[in-house]
């Protein structure tokens, strides 16, 4: 399996959307990624999921749809520009005899920028949307519900609209992994890891961090008793998908077992586009059951 999801925001439709295949290439297209222009400090785009093997903006296969958004930035160091602005402000104050106002710093500020653009490093990086048509889904690939509201908002802005509100459990989730850890007891299909985070409700209670312990251990069971929840646990899925979740429903560090990364290796590489159609019929499929068990696990969907 080449390059599978390693982080999974997931939100839910909120009512029947449907996508029209026939039109999304044309609407992708009025939003493909171009790279930063001299005076651009940021830009972001829609990119081919194949990469260099398709033009194609979108991938789909078995009602799943694969979308990648490409974002370059410029990185200019903080220090650089404020040794510049002070570099700058410095020269006129003295030329001036007086202390310049902000007006004028702020001024300056911006003809630092306009000069050290076009000399500066670009970063670039990438973030892949999965929409599950059938179950009525999207998942983004990343942990940062900033970076997730931005992509949604350049699909939202590519679509003309999209409904969409974050999965949530119809329970508190940081008050059923506790239950999880002082019941010893992990939902079917499930494995507790040995990795935990405890905080305690009253802001000024303090945080533990656990790795590689035992989390039916005395200490984490005074923690609980102590007054603390668990709001982040490592898990695994029917020894195929292990991932770590916070109790804001983010799944972080998904890792899929070797037998399934493995499990296309007989298709051959040279052909990009078979290969890449049954990496992501096995990847989504495997994810689908995983949140599918996840959710019934942790006592089913809020209403809606």
Request: hydrophobic share 40%; glycine share 4%.
């Amino acid at each position: 399996m080449h390059n599978p999801f390693k982080n999974m925001l997931i939100y839910r439709f909120s009512r029947d959307f449907n996508i029209d295949i026939d039109s999304l290439d044309k609407k992708l297209e009025l939003f493909r990624f171009s790279p930063c222009g001299s005076q651009d400090m940021a830009k972001s785009g829609w990119f081919s999921p194949l990469v260099q093997y398709s033009d194609v903006l979108y991938h789909a296969v078995n009602n799943q749809l694969l979308l990648v958004i490409r974002r370059e930035e410029k990185i200019i160091p903080k220090q650089t520009i404020a040794d510049e602005i002070n570099k700058k402000v410095s020269t006129l104050e003295q030329e001036q005899g007086r202390r310049l106002k902000k007006t004028e710093k702020d001024s300056i500020r911006d003809d630092v920028l306009h000069s050290l653009l076009p000399r500066a490093f670009t970063k670039n990086s990438l973030v892949r949307i999965w929409i599950n048509t059938a179950a009525g889904f999207i998942v983004v690939d990343t942990s940062s519900i900033k970076r997730a509201e931005d992509s949604l908002a350049l699909l939202r802005k590519t679509l003309g609209s999209l409904p969409v509100v974050p999965l949530t459990m119809e329970n508190p989730i940081e008050l059923t992994l506790t239950e999880w850890v002082r019941s010893e007891a992990a939902p079917s299909g499930f494995s507790i890891g040995d990795e935990a985070v405890l905080k305690a409700i009253l802001e000024d209670g303090g945080t533990g961090r656990f790795k590689k312990q035992d989390l039916a251990c005395d200490e984490i069971l005074t923690h609980i008793e102590a007054g603390k929840v668990v709001t982040q646990i490592s898990m695994e899925w029917q020894q195929r998908i292990s991932f770590t979740l916070s109790c804001d429903g983010i799944l972080k560090r998904v890792k899929f077992a070797d037998q399934l990364i493995s499990q296309n290796d007989d298709i051959d590489r040279e052909d990009v586009v078979q290969r890449f159609d049954a990496d992501i019929t096995l990847m989504t499929g495997e994810l689908s059951n995983l949140i599918s068990d996840l959710t019934a696990a942790l006592g089913g969907e809020a209403k809606r």
